[in-house]
């Protein structure tokens, strides 16, 4: 079958290299692609949010079947844009439709979602410019840290830590009043701050049943020891020491049968990933958000985990039968390091000359933010790359990741040499 990637992340590279193995894909596609997924399949110059030029390609190019990477084709209604087209509505679309992936598109509607269906989640409210008041006055009783949530996407910089109540009111003023995060902070969460762990679970179903992946951890700050600004996430590892058996067993019965469960009783269609963040907070589950697709980098290492035939597995999404796949998951351990540009993740260095990604020995390189130039391959975006290496343990699989992309080089180039080792 010929299939069609939308995005052009490291997530995107992951999930092209994945798909590129099996013997069901035909020709594989991906719009618009980078540097590293051209070596997979041919990479179309079509946006992703470009739904008319999406329908043109899938059209042109026979395909299949559609997997959406990023949230914000999703959450503006890709999958309902082929189900309203005569031409397309037969084409599947792995990602949910623009009702479900209101579980990303707005905080308020996931929270709300949490409550009716009793997930175990931190206590909030939300407010408007309108209930500003109501939020000064809810802010002096949640206690401290507080965290403020924009309720639309905002390219994951919408959550604020805030230490003090003073530093929450001028936050909470400056989202609701100032458009802080533009129209994504027209509704701000006020969230109690849960103490404990975070982690990831990505579940994969067809709207019925549903396929748990591995479990992963991520790496938000610039800096080593978890400093500094936040970003898209410099690293990540699958799977997570500190989810043992029980504690997943915990996640399935009180945050995954409830979503899959209040989906259907709230007549949600939902084929896709959902990415569950929790915190582990002393042995208990507890939901931070959901996403509708999986996370970066969180994908380059559970991808490395899936031994199983993943266009098998997106079949069974698209016809319904996802019971009747196998999932097969190595028991191995996954690091991925993320290398990133000079200022990354405030104004950063672009159009660099990358060198050296053929010396490295041991572990996979997952293209991010990068294009070709003639026979050069640049630098385009923020994370550049994702070197993801597979090995017998955590130790090894930091150490040969981080050996590896020490290996290439591109002016301004930085990645953290501590990711995992907290867990270690």
Known sequence: MNILILGSGGRESAFAWKLSQSPKCGQLFIAPGNAGTGQYGTNLNVKVNDFEGIKQAVLINKVDLVLVGPEEP??????????????????????????????????????????????????????????????????????????????????????????????????????????????????????????????SVFVLSDGNNYKILPSAKDYKRIGEGDTGLNTGGMGSVSPVPFASEEFLQKVEQRIIIPTINGLKQEGIPYKGFIFIGLMNCGGDPYMIEYNCRMGDPETESVIMRIESDLVDLLQGVAEGNLDEKELIISGKVAATVVMVAGGYPGEYLKDKTITGIENVRDSQVFHAGTYLDGENIKTSGGRVLAITSLQDNLFDALQQATADASRIYYDGMYFRKDIGFDLL
Do not use: W
């Open 74 to 199: 999703l959450v503006k209604g890709i999958h309902d844009f082929f189900l309203a087209d005569e031409q397309l509505k037969d084409v599947p679309v792995i990602g949910p439709q623009r009702e479900g992936a209101q579980l990303e598109g707005s905080k308020d509607f996931s929270k709300q979602f949490m409550v009716r269906n009793n997930i175990p989640a931190a206590a909030s409210k939300t407010f408007t410019r309108d209930t500003m008041q109501e939020g000064f006055e809810y802010l002096a009783t949640i206690g401290l840290p507080i965290v403020l949530k924009a309720d639309g996407l905002a390219a994951g910089k919408g959550v604020l830590i805030c230490l003090t109540v003073v530093e929450a009111q001028q936050e909470l003023i400056e989202m609701l009043t100032d458009a802080k995060f533009g129209e994504a902070s027209s509704k701000v969460v006020v969230e109690q701050f849960l103490q404990g762990i975070e982690l």
